[in-house]
């Protein structure tokens, strides 16, 4: 199987701070990746079931619907149930990590105690490890 450079590699970002969306977006961008927004979880499910991202990037509070409303439909869905999400929000409860864990995200991080940077250092991690297995 011939592995996909990462220009290949579509990453949706599902955050409804413009700015903060913006600056993951743009940092990921100059890493390669294609990246989708998404500022709410109805856009979030109609933007990963039209691209099929190779990883979802997800904050918990959103409007119309919230992250683990997105999670359990993604996780409900055979076609979706395989996409690593990574979680980024300012929830630091640990009934909300709870349930995310749950729902078997990939990470789980708080706004604050991560930069644009190290999510792109966490998104090449997760990415080159699933096209490892892949290519097994």
Same mark, same amino acid.
């Given at each position: 199987?011939? /592995? =996909?450079?990462?220009?290949?590699? =579509?990453? !949706?970002?599902?955050?409804?701070?413009?700015?903060?969306?913006?600056?993951? =977006?743009? /940092?990921?961008?100059?890493?390669?990746?294609? !990246?989708?927004?998404? $500022?709410?979880?109805?856009?979030?499910?109609?933007?990963?079931? +039209?691209?099929? $991202? *190779?990883?979802?990037?997800?904050?918990?509070?959103? #409007?119309?619907?919230?992250?683990?409303?997105?999670? /359990?439909?993604?996780? +409900?869905? $055979?076609?979706?149930?395989? %996409? #690593?999400?990574? !979680?980024?929000?300012?929830? *630091?409860?640990? *009934?909300?990590? +709870?349930?995310?864990?749950?729902?078997?995200? @990939?990470?789980?991080?708080? =706004? @604050?105690? %991560? @930069? $644009?940077?190290?999510?792109?250092?966490? @998104?090449?991690?997760?990415?080159?490890?699933? +096209?490892?297995?892949?290519?097994?």
């Amino acid at each position: 199987m011939r /592995r =996909k450079s990462r220009r290949n590699r =579509k990453v !949706v970002i599902v955050e409804d701070d413009m700015m903060l969306a913006r600056m993951y =977006k743009e /940092r990921l961008e100059q890493e390669g990746y294609e !990246v989708l927004w998404a $500022p709410n979880g109805i856009d979030a499910m109609y933007t990963v079931l +039209s691209h099929y $991202p *190779d990883l979802i990037i997800l904050d918990l509070y959103l #409007p119309q619907r919230g992250g683990l409303g997105v999670l /359990r439909i993604l996780r +409900s869905l $055979p076609e979706l149930r395989q %996409i #690593p999400v990574v !979680v980024v929000t300012n929830y *630091d409860d640990v *009934d909300y990590r +709870s349930a995310a864990e749950r729902y078997g995200v @990939t990470g789980f991080y708080k =706004k @604050t105690e %991560i @930069t $644009p940077g190290d999510l792109v250092l966490a @998104t090449n991690h997760i990415i080159s490890e699933r +096209s490892a297995v892949a290519s097994e």
